[in-house]
C-alpha cells in the first residue's frame, strides 16, 4: 500500500470512473497534492459493470446535458488521439427502433430538439432515394465519422440497411456522435497520469471529514486496520453507489437513490446480431413470447405472473470484442422499480434474467428465437444506477466549504467522467465553470423555480 502523506491539498474518496478522473484532473490540470482512498480496487465496484458506451444523444428540457456530453466526449476524443486510442473509442452510434407509428413520430420530434440542441445534424429519409445518402458506421475509430443523427421512416430502407431487425421496425434513429470504448483502459490511463503527477492511492476507508469553521480541514481514515489523519483543504466525495453515506459525513443530505441493473453477455454462435452494428435500444413495451401453456402456468403463480404482463421500454444490446468475437452484450431495466437508499452487496440476484431478456430481445431481433429451446450459456453482473430524480448528476460544492461531490452518474459515469473532472477541478480553484454548471449544482433543489419544473420533466434520457 502507498505511503499515507499527512498532508495533502485534496482528499478524493472513491475509485471508480469518476474519482479517477477528478483526481487525475487536480493533479495533473491543477497540480494539486491529491490523496485518493478507496474502499475497493481501481474500477471494480460498478465502474466496471458498464456496457462502456458514450452519447451525447440526449433530447431535453434544455441543452445541459447535449453541451456536457459533447464536451466529455471532446475530451475523450483527445484523450484517445493522444495515446494511439489506447482505450478503442468508436462512433459505432445509438440506433434506436421502434414499431408503433405514434413513437416514430416522437422521434422524428425529440430528434429535431436534439439537433437544435447541440447534438448535430438531423438528415431524415422518407424513400430509398434519400437513404442512399446514409453513411453506416465504421468499425473501429471516431475521426470523421459523422455527427448528428439519420432518421429512417421507410421500411424499404429499414430493411436495406438493418435486416436482422425486427420486419415490423416502421423507424430508425441512428444518432452518430455515439458509440463505446474500454472503460478498464481509460481508467488506467487516468490512475498512471495521476501517480505520475503525484498523486497517491490507498485503500481504506474515510470515516469522518473533519470541519472547522464551517470548512474542511482533515480527514480521518481507517487504513488496515490502524486509524489515520491527514489533513487537507478539499475533500471529493466521489464514491459512486456510496455517495449519500459520504455526503452524510460533510453534513450533505444528497438526493441521491439507487437502482439494481443487470448486464447480461453470451456467445452469438447462429450470427443473429450485425457485428458493425452500434448498439440498439427497442424503443417499445414487450410482451414475452410464451406458448398458450406456458402463459397460462406462469399466469397462475402469482410470483410470476409479471411475466405475463406488458413490461417496459428499453431492451438494448451491443457486440463486444472485434476479431472472431460472438459476444453480445444485452441489457433490459425491467427493476426500474426496485429503489435502495442503500445499495446491497452482493447485488440481488434475478435468476430469471438470462430467459427473460433473451425473449424480450426476440421482439427487436426475431432471428435470437433460435435460442429459446436451448438457452445458451449466460453470464449476469451489474451494479447500481445511482442518481437523482430527474437523471442528472450532482457535480460541485456540497456541504461546509471545501466539501465537493461528484456522483449521481446512474448509468452514464464512463461518458460523462472527462467533463464532470473538469467541472469539479474549476469548481474548486475558484472558477465557476461553462454555463451549464449549474444545471448539475446541488443547490438547483433550493430554487423553488426549478422543483416545480421537475414536476413535469418528462423523459430522462435513462436506458
Given at each position: 500500500m502507498s505511503a499515507v502523506p499527512p498532508v495533502s491539498d485534496v482528499v478524493v474518496c472513491g475509485a471508480g470512473i469518476a474519482g479517477l478522473a477528478v483526481a487525475r484532473e487536480l493533479a495533473v490540470t491543477h497540480g494539486l497534492r491529491v490523496l485518493m482512498v478507496s474502499e475497493h480496487a481501481p474500477m471494480s465496484l460498478t465502474s466496471d459493470k458498464s456496457t462502456e458506451a458514450y452519447r451525447n444523444w440526449w433530447p431535453g428540457p434544455d441543452d445541459a446535458m447535449v453541451r456536457f456530453?459533447?464536451?466529455?466526449?471532446?475530451?475523450?476524443?483527445?484523450?484517445?488521439?493522444?495515446?494511439?486510442?489506447?482505450?478503442?473509442?468508436?462512433?459505432r452510434g445509438y440506433v434506436y427502433a421502434t414499431t408503433r407509428a405514434s413513437r416514430a413520430a416522437e422521434f422524428e420530434r425529440s430528434a429535431a430538439l436534439a439537433s437544435a440542441q447541440g447534438a448535430g445534424p438531423?438528415?431524415?429519409?422518407?424513400?430509398?432515394?434519400?437513404?442512399?445518402?446514409?453513411?453506416?458506421?465504421?468499425?473501429?475509430?471516431?475521426?470523421?465519422?459523422?455527427?448528428g443523427a439519420d432518421l429512417f421512416l421507410d421500411a424499404e430502407s429499414i430493411r436495406a440497411h438493418f435486416p436482422w431487425l425486427s420486419p415490423d421496425v416502421c423507424a430508425v434513429l441512428h444518432a452518430r456522435r455515439c458509440g463505446w470504448f474500454s472503460g478498464q483502459q481509460l481508467g488506467m490511463m487516468l490512475l498512471e497520469e495521476l501517480r505520475a503527477a503525484g498523486g497517491v492511492l490507498v485503500e481504506g476507508r474515510v470515516e469522518r471529514v473533519r470541519v472547522e469553521g464551517g470548512r474542511v480541514v482533515g480527514v480521518d481514515l481507517a487504513l488496515a486496520g490502524e486509524s489515520r489523519q491527514v489533513s487537507c483543504g478539499a475533500f471529493v466525495n466521489a464514491a459512486g453507489p456510496n455517495a449519500r453515506a459520504v455526503g452524510a459525513l460533510c453534513g450533505q443530505d444528497l438526493p441521491l437513490f439507487s437502482e439494481a441493473h443487470y448486464k447480461l453477455s453470451m456467445e452469438d454462435e447462429h450470427g443473429v446480431v450485425d457485428r458493425g452494428t452500434g448498439l440498439v435500444i427497442l424503443d417499445d413495451p414487450v410482451t414475452l413470447p410464451w406458448s398458450s401453456e406456458e402463459r397460462a402456468e406462469?399466469?397462475?403463480?402469482?410470483?410470476?405472473?409479471?411475466?405475463?404482463?406488458?413490461?417496459?421500454a428499453g431492451i438494448h444490446l451491443r457486440?463486444?470484442?472485434?476479431?472472431?468475437?460472438?459476444?453480445?452484450?444485452m441489457l433490459w431495466d425491467y427493476h426500474g422499480a426496485q429503489r435502495y437508499d442503500a445499495p446491497m452487496y452482493p447485488l440481488p440476484e434475478d435468476p430469471y434474467y438470462p430467459e427473460v431478456v433473451l425473449r424480450?430481445?426476440?421482439?427487436?431481433?426475431?432471428?435470437?428465437?433460435?435460442?429459446?429451446?436451448?438457452?445458451?450459456?449466460?453470464?449476469?453482473?451489474?451494479?447500481?444506477?445511482?442518481?437523482?430524480?430527474?437523471?442528472?448528476?450532482?457535480?460541485?460544492?456540497?456541504g461546509a466549504e471545501g466539501a465537493y461531490v461528484c456522483a449521481g452518474f446512474s448509468g452514464f459515469g464512463l461518458?460523462?467522467?472527462?467533463?464532470?473532472?473538469?467541472?469539479?477541478?474549476?469548481?474548486?480553484?475558484?472558477?465557476?465553470?461553462?454555463?451549464?454548471?449549474?444545471?448539475?449544482?446541488?443547490?438547483?433543489?433550493?430554487?423553488?423555480?426549478?422543483?416545480?419544473?421537475?414536476?413535469?420533466?418528462?423523459?430522462?434520457?435513462?436506458?
Open positions: 456530453m459533447n464536451r466529455s466526449i471532446d475530451r475523450l476524443e483527445h484523450w484517445a488521439e493522444r495515446t494511439g486510442n489506447r482505450f478503442l473509442l468508436n462512433r438531423l438528415r431524415v429519409y422518407r424513400s430509398p432515394a434519400e437513404a442512399a445518402q446514409y453513411r453506416p458506421s465504421a468499425l473501429q475509430g471516431w475521426a470523421n465519422h459523422p455527427t406462469l399466469a397462475a403463480d402469482p410470483e410470476l405472473a409479471w411475466m405475463t404482463h406488458e413490461l417496459p457486440p463486444e470484442g472485434y476479431g472472431a468475437s460472438r459476444t453480445v452484450l424480450g430481445m426476440c421482439a427487436m431481433a426475431p432471428g435470437l428465437r433460435a435460442y429459446l429451446e436451448r438457452l445458451p450459456r449466460c453470464w449476469v453482473d451489474g451494479g447500481y444506477y445511482t442518481k437523482t430524480r430527474e437523471n442528472r448528476p450532482l457535480i460541485g460544492p456540497a461518458m460523462a467522467a472527462p467533463a464532470a473532472a473538469e467541472l469539479v477541478g474549476a469548481r474548486l480553484v475558484g472558477s465557476e465553470g461553462p454555463e451549464y454548471a449549474g444545471a448539475f449544482d446541488v443547490r438547483r433543489y433550493e430554487d423553488p423555480g426549478y422543483l416545480a419544473r421537475l414536476e413535469s420533466w418528462g423523459e430522462t434520457g435513462q436506458l
